[in-house]
C-alpha cells in the first residue's frame, strides 16, 4: 500500500514550468487522500485561469501513477490566496519570462497603413473563424492609443488574470483569449500619451510577458502607419506573414501599397488583401451602392502582387455587435466566405505565402 | 537727374529678410534703367515663388522713391539660375530659420486619435472654406506615414518650392499652401518607415523650415493616435486649438474621447467635434441610411464638454474628387454649414473656446 509521503515525495518530483520549482515546494500540494488503490490530490494553483494548468496536471498524475500500488489518480484543483499567491512573485521578475513557456505555432498581423479601414474588424473576424474551426486563438491588440479589440468582445470589460510572473490574456465567450492596453487602464477613455519607445515596449511585453500557453494562430492587430508600432511587431514577433485591409478609396490604396512596401522591407510575407466597406446594399431596394466610390482592390492587389481575399461590404450590424461586445456573434454571410479563405491561407500546409516584388 | 549708381547705392540699403544681406551684394540687382524720373530694376529672386517677395519688391520701391529726382519706380522681377541660387546657400542652414520669418496667425490642428474617421477630409473642407472667405491658408500634413493631402489636391503631383535656406510649399489652384512628406518622396507610393522621434522632427522641420510666410490660418492634419506625432504637434507648435473627428461607432467616440483627454492634459482647447459619415442618403429613395450605426455625436460632444459642429454624410463625390486632386471644387451642401461654423469657431472675436473638464 502506497503512503501519504510517497505520494508527496513524488510530487516533489513534479515542477511548476513557470516557477522552476517543485510542487511541494510551492506550497501547491494541499491534501492527499487514500482509498486503496485510489489517490486523490488537491492542488492550489497560482490562478484557475492559468494556461499551464493541463500541464501541471498531467504531470503531476504521471508521477504518482508510477508509484507502485497506486491504480487511479484524480486531482483537485483549487486557487492560493493572493498573499500566497503574493509570497511567490520572484523579487525582481525577469521580463519576457513567458514567452519561453508560450507555444505558439502561427503570428499572423493584420496591418495597413491606414487607419479606419476596418483592422481590428478583420482581426477579429479571423480569430473568431479560426476560434469556430476549433483552433486554439489568442488576439494580441497593438494599437496601444486606439485599442479597439476589447470593447468588441467584453461588453461588460474585462480583466486579464495574473501569475506570480505573468500576465495572462482575458478570455472572450468562446475561448480566445485577448491581451490589450485598454484591459489595462482604469478607464477605457482614458489616453495614452507615450512616444514610440513606450509604445514599442508595450508590445514586446504582450508578447514576452502575457503567458499566451499553447496557441495555433495569435493574431497582431496593428495601428495605422509604419512606425513603432508595426516595426517593433515586424522585427521582434515571429510573424508567420501579414494580411492588408484597404478600403475602395484609391487614397486609401495609396497607404496600403507603403505598408506592403514596408513588409516587404523587413521581409515578411504578405498572405493577401481584404478590401472592406466595398459597398453598401440597400436593404429597401437590394442595389448595391459604392458609397466610398469604385473599388481598386483588384488592382491594388495586382500593384502589390498578393491575392485579394475577398470584399467586405458596409454592414449596419457589424457596428452594432462591435460596439455591444457581441461581435463572436456575428455571421454575415459576405463575410463567411473571406473569413474561410482568410483562415485558409492562414492554416499551415498551404503553397508558400507570396513575397511583394 | 538721379543715377545709375546712386540706385544701386539706395538698393544696398535693402536687406533680404532671409539671407540677411543687402540686394547688391547678393547679386540680386540685374539691371537699372532711368527714363527721365523713371526708373525700373530688375530684380533676379532666388525663386518666384518666394512669399517674401512682396516685401523685398516693397522695401525696393521705398528706398528708390525715397532719392531726389524720382517719381516713379518700377520693378520686374527674375529668377536665379540654380548655381546662383545655390552659391547663396549656407554652408549650415540654422534649423527652424524660416520660423523666424514667417506671420501665422492662427494654427488649428485637426485631431481624431481613430483612424479613417475623415481627418484629412475635414482638415481640407476646413482650408478650401477659410480660402473661400478670402484669408491666407496653410495646411500642414502631420500624418508622416498616411499621408493623404497631396492626393487630394495635386491630380499630377507636386513639388515644393525651395529658397536658399528654406522649403515652400507646393500651391494649391485655389492658392492653399500645402506640406507634406509625400511632396519629398520620390514615389508617392514610398513607405516612411520611420521611429517616433524622426517623425517628431520632420513635423518640426514642416513648421520651422517652411518658408509658409503671411498666413491667416496654418490648418494641421494629424495622423491617428495620441503617440509621437501628436505630441510633437501639441508641444512644439502654438495651437490656437484642435478640432476632433469622430464617426458614428461607439468604438470610434471612445478614441476620441481619448484623443479630448490628451488635449486636455497639455492644456490645449477644442473648438469642436464633427461627426463624418452619419448617414447616407440613398439616391434611389431618398432614405437616410444610418450605415455605421446610428450616432452617438451629441452624448460624445457632451461627454467631452465642446460643441457639436455638426454631422458628415457619405458621400461618393467626395471620394472621387478627392482621388483625383479636386477636392476644393467640392460644395456638398450638408458640407457647407459645417464647414461655415468650423470656419467661424477657427476665426478671432469668437468666445473662448472650450477646455475639456
Not at 5 to 34: F, H, S, T, Y
Request: proline share 7%.
Amino acid at each position: 500500500m502506497v503512503t501519504r509521503e510517497q505520494v508527496r515525495e513524488a510530487l516533489r518530483g513534479v515542477m511548476d514550468p513557470e516557477l522552476k520549482r517543485n510542487l511541494v515546494e510551492l506550497g501547491m500540494v494541499r491534501q492527499v487522500d487514500l482509498t486503496g488503490r485510489q489517490v486523490q490530490v488537491t492542488l492550489a494553483l497560482t490562478t484557475l485561469a492559468c494556461p499551464l494548468k493541463d500541464r501541471i496536471v498531467g504531470d503531476a498524475r504521471q508521477a504518482v501513477l508510477a508509484l507502485d500500488g497506486v491504480e487511479q489518480m484524480e486531482v483537485r484543483l483549487t486557487e492560493m490566496s493572493v498573499e500566497e499567491k503574493e509570497r511567490l512573485r520572484p523579487k525582481e521578475p525577469a521580463s519576457g519570462a513567458a514567452a519561453d513557456l508560450n507555444d505558439i505555432r502561427h503570428v499572423i498581423a493584420v496591418m495597413s497603413g491606414k487607419g479606419g479601414v476596418g483592422k481590428s474588424l478583420v482581426s477579429a473576424l479571423l480569430a473568431n473563424a479560426l476560434r469556430r474551426a476549433g483552433k486554439r486563438v489568442g488576439l494580441l491588440d497593438a494599437d496601444i492609443t486606439g485599442p479597439s479589440i476589447p470593447k468588441m468582445y467584453f461588453p461588460h470589460g474585462a480583466q486579464p488574470g495574473a501569475t506570480p510572473t505573468a500576465m495572462l490574456p482575458a478570455m472572450s465567450r468562446t475561448g480566445i483569449g485577448v491581451m490589450s492596453i485598454n484591459l489595462l487602464l482604469e478607464s477605457q477613455d482614458q489616453a495614452v500619451v507615450w512616444r514610440g519607445p513606450l509604445i514599442g515596449r508595450a508590445i514586446q511585453q504582450f508578447w514576452g510577458d502575457v503567458l499566451w500557453g499553447s496557441l495555433d494562430y495569435l493574431i497582431v492587430d496593428l495601428p495605422p502607419g509604419t512606425s513603432d508600432a508595426s516595426l517593433t511587431v515586424m522585427q521582434s514577433l515571429p510573424l508567420s506573414g501579414v494580411v492588408l485591409v484597404t478600403s475602395p478609396q484609391d487614397l486609401a490604396g495609396m497607404v496600403v501599397r507603403k505598408a506592403a512596401q514596408m513588409a516587404g522591407l523587413l521581409r515578411v510575407p504578405i498572405l493577401g488583401l481584404i478590401e472592406n466597406m466595398s459597398y453598401y446594399l440597400c436593404p429597401d431596394t437590394g442595389k448595391l451602392h459604392e458609397v466610398f466610390g469604385p473599388s481598386h482592390a483588384q488592382e491594388t492587389a495586382e500593384a502589390i502582387g498578393v491575392p485579394l481575399l475577398g470584399k467586405l461590404p458596409i454592414d449596419p450590424e457589424i457596428a452594432k455587435l462591435s460596439d455591444t461586445g457581441r461581435i463572436e456573434e456575428f455571421g454575415g454571410e459576405a463575410f463567411t466566405s473571406v473569413a474561410e479563405r482568410l483562415a485558409a491561407v492562414a492554416l499551415p500546409g498551404r503553397p508558400p505565402a507570396v513575397m511583394p516584388a
